[in-house]
């Protein structure tokens, strides 16, 4: 259904708004909503342009069929194809943070009792993953982010991480700088949600940011294609003034080597020096991790298009003798993807695609690809919505879009903190794209005091 409002008036826009939160309500059938648009775009002509729509012949010839096999390995050596195996093997790598201190900030008399039970809850998950766990004691409730940071003035944990609950009023982000400013994690968690919240898959992603922010591994990707050793996530924050969220770091077996921070800067692009600098300090992390080794490849996951300069890149591959693939991954305006099947009598049915469904683009080394299935969206809306591919774009190297396609769907199923539901993006630019935004909420004093392995964006 199309609906085309007329006029300005404050009524026209309540009518919009009232219209739009319908919309999101409503369950249109994948292959109704085909229908429909191919019904509005037939026959559409551009005069000026001198240009029309046509159908493109023999679509099949490049459809590709890009799934990895998913093997993550979780502790004991079990493998499973789903990060929330962790809740069945236990997780891979245990924490290496010293001391997890519970405490509450801000909130009434009730909300501090009750937090006490939530605390219990996340430490037994996280006991129930890894033998090797830091010690937990429970600190007395803070009234606001001021009296916090009193009292870490007088006394700091050290190699501690800070599960927060947060009562009514308080505000996470003064308490979070406050964290930061003494180099403390943080996993925070509400306590005014309705009861029904607290089930056991609230606790569960919980004790997973807990888990990870300590220095826990929940799983390790099996068997990457290719021969990628590092990848590089880069992402851009802002309007104008832009924050390179840049430089987070993973290993092939999907195990992060930290982050880096550039200088702010306006513009789309990263300056030349700028880039150069975090390609050196990315490559110095990955040597300071595997003995002075060097990656066989790196892979730089750009969030968006790249604007920076492939010099720089033919250069630092030159100077260290490390190939090197830059692939642009493009999160919207893509085209969506569907799978066509014939049914009796020739009557066609469409329906989400599969996870690795891919659409290759004749003559360009580029591609749409589905990180995410109908099915996984679950049976209410499986169906009723459409899936979000990726567009991916090989900018730069050796290593063929098919493979690096690949590697991106793999990414895609881990998270660290998220047991229920994996990102679209791959967690290289799906982690520099959050880390973006967190460094415009916080103040960057402080968060130029957190150590680089700590995943303070989940």
Request: with cysteine; net charge positive.
């Amino acid at each position: 259904m199309l609906l085309l409002l007329s006029g300005e008036g404050p009524s026209d826009l309540g009518r919009c708004a009232m219209l739009e939160r319908i919309a999101r309500s409503l369950k249109w059938p994948v292959g109704e909503r085909l229908k429909a648009a191919i019904r509005l775009v037939k026959g559409l002509k551009v005069s000026e342009l001198d240009a029309c729509l046509q159908a493109v012949e023999d679509t099949q010839r490049f459809a590709r069929d890009l799934k990895p096999e998913f093997r993550l390995r979780f502790r004991g050596a079990a493998v499973a194809d789903s990060e929330r195996a962790v809740l069945r093997h236990g997780a891979y790598q245990g924490m290496t943070r010293k001391l997890v201190v519970p405490l509450v900030v801000g909130g009434t008399a009730l909300e501090q009792a009750v937090a006490v039970r939530h605390f219990e809850a996340v430490e037994r998950v996280c006991r129930q993953w890894h033998s090797d766990l830091p010690s937990w004691k429970t600190a007395p409730p803070a009234g606001d982010a001021e009296a916090l940071n009193q009292r870490l003035g007088q006394r700091k944990p050290e190699n501690a991480l800070l599960l927060i609950g947060l009562g009514r009023g308080a505000d996470k982000r003064k308490i979070r700088n406050v964290a930061y400013r003494y180099g403390l994690a943080t996993q925070f968690m509400r306590l005014d949600y309705p009861p029904r919240t607290y089930q056991s898959t609230y606790y569960n992603n919980l004790a997973a940011g807990v888990f990870s922010k300590g220095g826990g591994v929940l799983c390790a990707i099996d068997d990457m294609p290719g021969e990628t050793d590092l990848f590089i996530g880069l992402d851009l924050g802002g309007v104008s003034q832009r924050a390179p969220g840049l430089a987070f770091l993973f290993t092939r077996e999907g195990a992060q080597l930290g982050w880096q921070l550039a200088e702010a800067q306006r513009g789309e692009r990263v300056e030349d020096a700028v880039l150069r600098d975090l390609l050196e300090r990315s490559l110095e992390a990955y040597r300071q991790a595997h003995s002075g080794a060097l990656p066989r490849r790196i892979a730089l996951h750009r969030d968006g298009r790249l604007f920076e300069s492939l010099d720089v890149i033919c250069d630092f591959e030159r100077d260290h003798s490390v190939g090197l693939d830059v692939l642009e991954i493009v999160k919207s305006g893509c085209p969506p993807l569907y799978r066509r099947t014939f049914v009796a009598e020739n009557k066609k049915e469409f329906r989400n695609p599969e996870v690795g469904d891919a659409f290759e683009l004749p003559g360009l080394d580029e591609l749409i690809i589905a990180t995410y299935s109908g099915e996984e969206l679950g049976s209410s809306w499986g169906d009723k919505v459409t899936v979000r591919p990726l567009r991916l774009r090989k900018r730069y190297g050796e290593t063929d879009l098919h493979t690096l396609a690949r590697q991106v769907v793999l990414l895609s199923r881990i998270h660290g903190a998220s047991l229920y539901r994996h990102p679209r993006l791959p967690v290289t630019t799906h982690h520099a794209d959050r880390f973006a935004t967190l460094r415009q909420e916080c103040n960057l004093d402080d968060l130029s005091k957190m150590d680089r392995l700590c995943p303070v964006y989940l």
